[in-house]
Each structure stands twice: as structure tokens, then as C-alpha cells.
């Protein structure tokens, strides 16, 4: 009754909540738009191809239990942009592409190869998301989702934070175990490599959300360096960041004891990220969006990293990758797909050391693939980078390298799959794994 109480409030003060749409909307899904509500069509020009259900079984290469093979490794670039044709292509890339580009025109290049519409999830993720189209709620304070569940809640979006929720809530599997390294890159090109274990597991998607309405839960486990070995981070996040805003554990190297971070949340410093990441940046945006204001600026056809196989696997480890300012770009794929542009401003009450966000979100996954950050005093700060590729034998996208540049400083943060070459492996994780005493007791490998 009380929780009623509250809702009913917040519906006079700030006006109604984001519902679902009409059923006869809903039916696009199943006409001109895909499942997840993109266009089913290509483009004007013919750069994007229509979606024909995506990548869905696995190539003669693949060796379950290694890492994704490259479905597309004869394709060539089309082209490249550099800087000699910058001009050309600047409405086509983001503002961090640009800079990137500029401070670095020697080495820091965007090969762009023909577009492949491999997004493809399971037809049960489709018929949850069909349903929920109608029935899923955003309530008006932005903080809570209702009558969700397995597969994102708006797949017709039509504002930012509609989006935004999206993103945090598509489809990964039910969970997974992955190890992978990161590296911190200084101005002179050193790397300081932290090496871990990481266990998810998505009560979402797994209609087990329970009181606390858990969405999501991450566990990370190091192993390298030596000094570090044994620190572990346990993090969750919720369909109602308002009752049950998102936590984080931690247990340094060496403890017996694992301790909930009162302070994390937001622009705080991540743990363990030499300052070049926020908690709020983890997979691309993490958390309550409660700081800022939302707005949906426009679709547009735009270059971006899309089926990044070869960065996957066509090398041995990150220090293959590492480079003095940004990774080996020549490993890296783009492509031409369309993408949502939503923007996010700090609220006036509000306190966030970055004012202005853009993100730019692929229209057939909801996956956010890159981020400019401006400070406040309008300069960009930071640019965010996703590469991803679709995990044929799960049915899903998934990040293989994320970067972080801190443009101020000139250092760079990286993570992706680590030296050992261990694969991703899907699977449905011990509930009890991400309780305080269940993580306590993990091993670093």
C-alpha cells in the first residue's frame, strides 16, 4: 500500500509514466520492423543492407571453446578515413573519432568495410520483447522499470531513457564466465595489466529478479599482478534504482573481509582503473540515471565498430593491441549502421564531473558503442569505445575491447579477452556466487 502511496504521488507531481504502446504499434515489429524495433530495410544509398535475421549459426571455422572466428575475413575495406579525408567523413564519425584523428593523424585510422546486419537474439528474446512493448512501464521519476522482463523493455523506444534502459537490460544470456585483461596505457606507452575472472549473471533475463528486483550481477576476481591477486568486486544493479539503488563489494588483496563501497556510484573513480574510468561508465553506462536529463537528438546512419572479430582474434593477448595513444586500429573493424543519438545533460540540483554525454546506440541491439564526454566547461574529456561481434553459438552481441581516452591527460584505458585465450563461457551462475559470503570465498582462478 505504501509503495502505491509513493507511485500515485509521483504520477501527480511529475506527470505520467512512459507506458507501453498500442497494440496496433506493437505489430510493427512483426512488419517493417525487427523484433528488437529497428528498420527491417536498408538505407537511401544502399551503405546498410535490410536485417534478414543476423548471424545465427556458426562458421566452418568456429572450434567451440576457442575464440569466434571470423565469419567475414574476406571482406575488404572499403575505405579508410584518415586524416588526408577527415572533412569528408566528419558527419559520419563521432567527436572522439575526430580528435582521436587529429592529435594522431600518423597512426590512428578507420577502416570501413562493407556493413553486415549480424545482430541476431534467440526467438524467445523476440516474443518477451513483443510482449513487453505494451505492458513494459518507465515510471516518471526515470529510476524504476515495471512489467519488464528477459528482453528489453521498450523495444518501439520513443525518448532517451527509454533507450538508455534498453541498453542496460538487452539481452546477454542468462550469465557467463570470461577472463580477460586490462591495461591502463601512460602517455609513454606503458601498460600496467591487471588480469581477472569475471562471473554475470542476469536474474533478468532469467524472470528471477525478486525483491530486490536484482537485474544484474557482476563478479570480478584478480589474479594479475601478484600484489593484487585475491581482490575481488562484487556489483548489482536493479529494475528500481529508487528502493534499491545499484552496490558495489569489495575485498583488497590480502583480506579476509569483504566490504560495501559507500561511496560508489556516479562519477567516483573505479576501483582498480588508475582513475580512467567512472563507476558509472562500466559497460558503456552503468547505474541510476537519475543526474541527468535525457533527450533523443536524432537517427542517423553513422560509422561505428561492428563485427570485430579480427581485434579479437587475430592476436594473442592486449599487449598486441596496446599502442602508445589508442589500440592497434589497423585490427579494428567499422561499419555503416544506423544508430540512435541520445544526449544526457547534468541536472541543475545535480553534481557529475561530466555535464554533457552523447552516446551512440546501434539501432539493432541496443548496444551503446561509443560516448563523447564534455567537462564543464564544454571540452571533451573523454571518449568511450565499444567493439563488439555477434557470439554466434548464444545469440548475442557481445563487447570483446571497450577503451576509455582521458583526452586531458593522453592516457587510455583498455580491457578485452585475456593472454591465456579461455573463451567466453555462457552459462547459468550460482545465485549464491554473487552474495557477499559466496564471493568471499572465491579463488583467482
Known sequence: MKRFVCNLLLLITFGSADAGVSADKALRLKSELTPMGAERADNEDGTIPAWTGGQTSAPPCYIKGKRYCDPYAADKPLFVINAANLDQYREKISAGQIELIKRYPETYLIKVYPSRRSFANPPEIYEAAFKNA??????????????????????????????????????????????????????????????????????????????????????QVVFAPENLRGYITLI?????????????YQQVAGASRILRERSYGFDHAAMLSDGLRMDDQLDSYFGSPERYTWSLLAKRDFVVPYNSYALHSARKGLRDIIRLAHIDNSLARYEMHRVWIVEANTKPSSVHKIKRRRFYIDEDSWQILMVDLYDHDGRLAYWQET???????????????????????????????????????????DEDLFTSSGARGQTPR
Request: charged fraction near 25%.
Open 387 to 429: 567493439h563488439t561481434l555477434q557470439a554466434y553459438d548464444s545469440a548475442s552481441l557481445i563487447p570483446v575491447v571497450e577503451s576509455i581516452h582521458d583526452l586531458e591527460s593522453g592516457r587510455y584505458l583498455v580491457q578485452g579477452i585475456d593472454e591465456d585465450q579461455e573463451e567466453r563461457v555462457l552459462m547459468e551462475m
Open 236 to 248: 548489482q544493479d536493479t529494475l528500481d534504482n529508487e528502493d534499491h539503488p545499484p552496490k558495489s
Open 134 to 219: 505494451t505492458e513494459a512501464v518507465l515510471m516518471p521519476s526515470g529510476r524504476e522499470i515495471q512489467n519488464a522482463k528477459v528482453a528489453i523493455p521498450f523495444p518501439i523506444a520513443e525518448n532517451g531513457l527509454q533507450m538508455i534502459w534498453n541498453h542496460r537490460l538487452r539481452y546477454r544470456g542468462p550469465g557467463f564466465r570470461r577472463w580477460f585483461g586490462q591495461a591502463s596505457v601512460t602517455t609513454s606507452g606503458q601498460a600496467h595489466i591487471v588480469k581477472m575472472r569475471e562471473d554475470a549473471r542476469f536474474p533478468y533475463v532469467l524472470d528471477d529478479v525478486g525483491k530486490r528486483r536484482v537485474a544484474q550481477q557482476w563478479l
